[in-house]
């Protein structure tokens, strides 16, 4: 790979609509991080707002015979630096890529990646129709990027993570060819699962350019129970008895820095002295619902539980539910973040909370730690002070030793956010060699030229850019 | 690629356990086809009946080294002729590898494949949980053939199919190696989706030979609503109007040949003049199933149906299920069968369904249709006297035509049987050069010798044996 050369951008600029090319550095400056704002991200030689499938594959085309890298990007909300330029490459942005259209007998949406997901969410719901995952960030992050990351959320514990509702993909490969995989067909097993390998590929194999989802019926009405623990011992052992007895609609998990973070910030009335703070829901109709609910609060007072409040009004529901969305931002008011999100098998997950904290206190770090519990997925968000670089040091020390201990739990070192340039180096602590080498196969298959998001989840070949 | 030559064979009966090597031809001929009885299929040198990992790593390095083509199977109840032995090979069974845990609390399954769907269902149930997928022949078809083929079935139209409950899997690559991937984790995006991608894919890629399925709580009880109808097309307006309104638990469609085929086999007081009925269910508890099943006893009677029962009777709905499930063995008492399975989006069901009765009155065959029409898969079932070469040829020429009929109506030559060898030829036709080449390309990474199951899916690449 070579950074694109100034005649060779001329030829780009030429072949593209007028307007789709920044080359401004100030503006395409912008373009350079997302919110992982990865310190060693390079700076794009140009970014190219994309408006169509056509758009992305005069840029792989030129990208091919150049070999220049490219780094696709949705909304820029990711959180593990799967959208970090490199030096001299082209961001290709689907911003611009907003059309959608619902079909509601076949109950699928057939999107392009701009949208955001709330966006989808919206356009399902005036048929009746839900779109259910619903990553934290589900009003600032686009569907592209969900698709490209295989996104989580909070209802997945419930409804499955993106992956389950992705039934067709439009992608552009590393050749500029644009091929059509999948569709709206919920059963369709004619050849390989493309589709399915596309998704979670954080840009690497391809530039997805539209997108069919399943949707299914709304969400009924949902009850909500809201619990506080002493420690968060209690609150994981809560959290085991609710998921072996019912699946919950939501599960959550909020810390003790984390309730004050967000009381601090929203003023929610949690209670600020919990040590551990549970948030469930229920959306199973009538009787159903309200057995679910009585199994909840049974569960947190069977744990030790200090408070236990629950109701079944939509509102106050929904208030608790942005309550526990608000923690990211509660927390970056008081810092810079290293943003954690790594996973373990529901049994481990006492032994992972507790963990964590054990290496907040060892490090003299601050760690928040929210997780969406009921699938054993957790966010400890690494607080430090930008301007003091010793305590810098040891949060990124905390950040590794995290990741190894979710890998020793039998876990994951990302649930939901992707690999992205940020956990890169633990990939292969948590694959081993020959998954990685299997990895690596598909990747060179694929972009045998590896100018595809090269810095993301697998490192690049000797000798290139990077 | 070459046959095994005896040699060869020894070491192979060798370096595994005393009697997993089969070699009586007599023996060995019985593993030559599945219950798509293609008559392409080939001999096998030799069948070994695994018992674990290591046993299929053993065959896969020998394979390798010998370069001898190695056709995995399961049950041997695939309909596509995926398991169809090619001249010379290994066949691989897994029959043997039978053991099963399950986890309640991280509510996962982590089996062998060598169990039956039934058997694993029953493993779930005895700790209150479900796993959904459901194909007719859910006793007599094995876990690992469900995962390869990524297999549907009757509740897929709400629950999804086999890939959307495979959260991991063990898996021998063709050169020997074995690989886990994924795991008991909800939510886990470290490296690409490689789980799914060896879901579906036939055995081409590799050996499962252990896999982690995501349980869900037990189904609540179902109702039932049966109806009949006077024409084919008033069940497919029908089945529109359900599914535009509301997500049944089952949804599926027999035709008059069908319904009479049943009523000839298992007597159901099935109504033998009707021209199509539809059999739908609800599982959503208390009120909202009782508003569901009005809702599927409407949209039936606003379209004409001459006849509608509902209940709400657990035992009599399994009869009705058990019903339609017996289409097949019914149907294969009058003949032998060409076993569709295209599927089409939903809004061209209606064509579908009346243009493969056109196909079997321009070729006057018999065409037995069957579908689950909630999700759009069909599988007219076409029927013809082997001794009569005529009518072979015309069921052969119907099976071609109604395979590029759903493809004219954007649809799939395979819904959830896979492609096979019988679809093989089909298979660029719905998807085209370039989705073809990127097949290829995966397939060539993943097994460069060409040794995986050669002849399904993928054409085996020039020079080598079949």
Redesign the interface.
Known sequence: MTPASSSALDELVAALPEGAVLLDPDVTAGYRQDWAADPTAGRPAAVVRATCTEDIQTVMRWATAHRVPVVPRGAGSGLSGGSSAVDGCIVVSTERMRQITI?????VAVTQPGLMNAEVKKAAAEHGLWYPPDPSSFEICSIGGNAA??A?GLC??KY??T??YVLGLRVV?ADG?????G????????????T??F???EG??GIITEITLRL??AQ?PASTVVASFDSVQEAADAV?AI??N??PAMLEFMDHASINAVEDSVRMGLNRKAHALLLAQSD?????GVLEIETIVQACENNGATEVFATDDQAEGDAFAAARRAVFPAVLAMGSLLLEDV?????ALPQLVTGVEAIADDLDVLICTVA?AG???THPLIVFDPADPDMYERAQIAFGRVMDLAIAL??????????GRL?RDW?PS???E???A??R??????DPLGILNPGA??AVKEGSLD
């Open positions: 079909d509601p007998v076949a109950r990351t295989n989580g997945c514990v499955g993570v992956t389950d490969l060819t644009a091929v059509s995989l569709g709206p067909l919920l059963k369709d097993v004619a050849g390989l699962s493309l399915k390998l998704v979670g590929s690497t194999l299914i019926p009924p085991l998921t072996s019912m699946r199973a109709p009538g009787a159903a996973g373990v098998p529901m049994r969406h699938d054993g997925n039998g876990g994951t070192i990302t649930g939901e956010h992707g690999v956990k990939l948590q694959l081993g020959d998954v990685m299997l990895n196969k598909v990747k060179d298959a694929l989840v697998i």
